[in-house]
C-alpha cells in the first residue's frame, strides 16, 4: 500500500476496508506464517460456544488474543494461529431443545431420535459461522478461521478418547460417587467453574427449618432432642448423621416438655424456641456430644443404623455463626456433606432421580405423576414435620444461591457415579511444574491456578 496523508476528517471505514482487501488479496497473514521457518509459536483458540453472535466479552479477549500473537510475529517466530469451535455440551443442547420444542430430555431417545436430535445440534453449529466469520474480520484479527478444528469433529473426539485412555493405562482415572452441582431441568452435572458463570449465583428466597432429633437421653424423665437447622429441607429424609464442632459449647436448654440441644452461642437467635432467658440444665463441649446416637425423623433408611448412621459426629466447618452449631447431613446432598459420612464409614444414600423428584424410597413424598422437584418439596416436607411433631420452627432465608447458567433454574448439589481424574496423584508434580511458568501478571502463579 502506498502511503497516503490522511485528510483532517479521514473516512476511518474505508480506510479499514482498504486495509482489511489488501491483507486479503496479498495474503499478508498466511506470508506472515509461511515466511517464517524458524521456531513456532502455536496458538490454538479457546474455542467459543457457535450458538449466536459474539458478545462484547468475545470481541475483547480477541483483541488481546490477536495482539499476542502479532507480538510474536514481529519478534520472528513462525505464529499459527488456528481458530476453534466448541461443539458440546448444554448450550448448543438448550438451543436445540427449545428449536424443537422438547421439554422433556426423554423424548429425545423415545420419540424423536437421537440421529434427528444430533442433526439440529450440527445445524446450530454451522449456522452462525459467517456472522462469527464476519465479526473476525472486522475486528481486524490475524487466525485460520477457515482452518478450523471442531470438537463434533471424528478426529478431535478420538484424541479426546485416546488422551483419557492413556490417563486410564496410567492409573489416574476412577469411578466413584462425587457431589457436584446438579440442574434438575437439563438433567446434568455442571462444574464449579459453571457455577461461577455471569449471573449463575443470585439472590433466592429459600425456606428454613429447625428440626428435632430424638435422643436415647432423657433428664429428669423428659426427652433430649438434639436440634439441626437447614435451608434444604427437602434433603432431611436423607439424613444420615449430625455434626458438631468439637470445641463449641453446646447447652441442653429445658422449654417445659422437653430438652433442646444447641450451641450455647446461638440460643438468643432462637427467642421463640429457647425462651428469652434459656433454662440451660447442662453444658458441654461438642466433643462430648461424640457418638451419641439418635431417632431417624423418618425411617426410609432405618437400616442403616447397623452401618453407623443416625450418631453425632465431628466437622471442622460447624460453626456458631448461622442456624443452632449442628449441622444435618444427607451425604449425596452436599460436598461436606459427602466427605463426613465417607470419613466416618456412613453409607451413601440418594434418593432423587435425575429429573429432581424423590424416588420411590421415600414414600411420604413419592409423587408418581413427578410433577414437582425437591425443592418444590419443601412446603409439603415442613408441614409433615410439624405434624409429626418434628420441627419447632421455620421462615424464609434470602440468600446467593448457585443456578444453571443455561436454563436459570435453581442447582441442586446431588452425588453422581461418574469417572474422575485422580488429580491428588498429579498435584505435587503440578505445584512444582507451576513453578518453572511465566505467569501474567504473576499474582495468578499462586493464586487463582496456584490453588
Not at 480477541?62 to 510474536?72: E, H, L, P, T, V
Not at 505464529?79 to 448444554?90: A, E, F, Q
Amino acid at each position: 500500500m502506498k502511503h497516503q496523508e490522511l485528510s483532517a476528517k479521514p473516512a476511518l471505514n474505508l480506510i479499514q476496508e482498504e486495509i482489511l482487501d489488501f491483507w486479503k488479496e496479498e495474503q499478508i497473514f498466511e506470508r506472515s506464517v509461511e515466511e517464517r521457518t524458524g521456531e513456532e509459536v502455536v496458538f490454538y483458540d479457546g474455542p467459543p460456544f457457535p450458538t449466536g453472535k459474539p458478545h462484547h466479552g468475545t470481541v475483547l479477549v480477541s483483541f488481546i488474543k490477536d495482539m499476542i500473537a502479532r507480538y510474536q510475529t514481529m519478534k520472528g517466530y513462525r505464529v499459527p494461529r488456528v481458530w476453534g469451535w466448541d461443539c458440546h455440551g448444554l448450550p448448543i443442547e438448550n438451543q436445540a431443545e427449545t428449536l424443537l420444542g422438547i421439554s422433556d430430555k426423554n423424548e429425545i431417545e423415545k420419540s424423536l431420535g437421537i440421529d434427528k436430535f444430533n442433526d439440529k445440534c450440527f445445524e446450530i453449529v454451522s449456522s452462525n459461522n459467517e456472522a462469527w466469520k464476519e465479526y473476525v474480520e472486522q475486528m481486524a484479527r490475524w487466525v485460520d478461521y477457515d482452518g478450523a478444528y471442531k470438537t463434533m469433529h471424528a478426529d478431535f473426539m478420538e484424541s479426546v478418547m485416546w488422551a483419557f485412555k492413556q490417563c486410564y493405562d496410567k492409573g489416574y482415572i476412577y469411578r466413584d460417587y462425587r457431589v457436584t452441582p446438579y440442574c434438575m431441568h437439563c438433567e446434568t452435572s455442571l462444574s464449579i467453574s459453571d457455577t461461577r458463570e455471569s449471573d449463575s449465583t443470585r439472590l433466592r428466597q429459600d425456606r428454613w427449618i429447625i428440626a428435632r432429633f430424638q435422643t436415647e437421653e432423657t433428664i429428669e424423665g423428659k426427652p433430649v432432642y438434639f436440634l439441626a437447622w437447614t435451608t434444604t429441607p427437602w434433603t432431611l429424609p436423607s439424613n444420615l448423621c449430625l455434626a458438631v464442632g468439637e470445641n463449641l459449647d453446646y447447652a441442653y436448654v429445658d422449654v417445659g416438655d422437653s430438652i433442646y440441644v444447641a450451641c450455647k452461642n446461638t440460643l438468643a437467635n432462637f427467642e421463640k424456641v429457647f425462651g428469652k432467658h434459656p433454662a440451660i440444665v447442662r453444658e458441654c463441649k461438642g466433643s462430648d456430644l461424640l457418638g451419641k446416637s439418635y431417632t431417624p425423623l423418618f425411617d426410609y433408611f432405618a437400616d442403616k443404623k447397623a452401618n453407623g448412621a443416625f450418631r453425632v459426629v465431628s466437622a471442622e466447618y460447624v460453626g456458631s455463626e448461622e442456624g443452632v452449631g449442628i449441622v444435618h447431613t444427607a451425604p449425596a446432598f452436599g460436598e461436606d456433606d459427602y466427605w463426613t459420612c465417607k470419613n466416618n464409614h456412613i453409607p451413601l444414600v440418594n434418593p432423587v432421580d435425575e429429573k429432581g423428584h424423590f424416588t420411590e424410597e421415600i414414600t411420604d413424598f413419592y409423587d408418581p405423576s413427578q410433577q414437582k422437584n425437591v425443592i418444590e418439596m419443601n412446603p409439603a416436607i415442613i408441614r409433615f414435620l410439624y405434624e409429626q411433631k418434628k420441627a419447632v420452627a421455620d421462615g424464609t432465608i434470602e440468600h446467593n444461591y448457585p443456578h444453571c447458567w443455561r436454563c436459570k433454574r435453581p442447582l441442586i448439589y446431588k452425588a453422581m457415579d461418574a469417572w474422575y481424574f485422580d488429580i491428588g496423584k498429579l498435584k505435587d508434580r503440578l505445584v512444582r511444574c507451576n513453578e518453572e511458568i511465566h505467569w501474567v501478571p504473576e499474582t495468578v502463579k499462586h493464586g487463582r491456578f496456584g490453588n
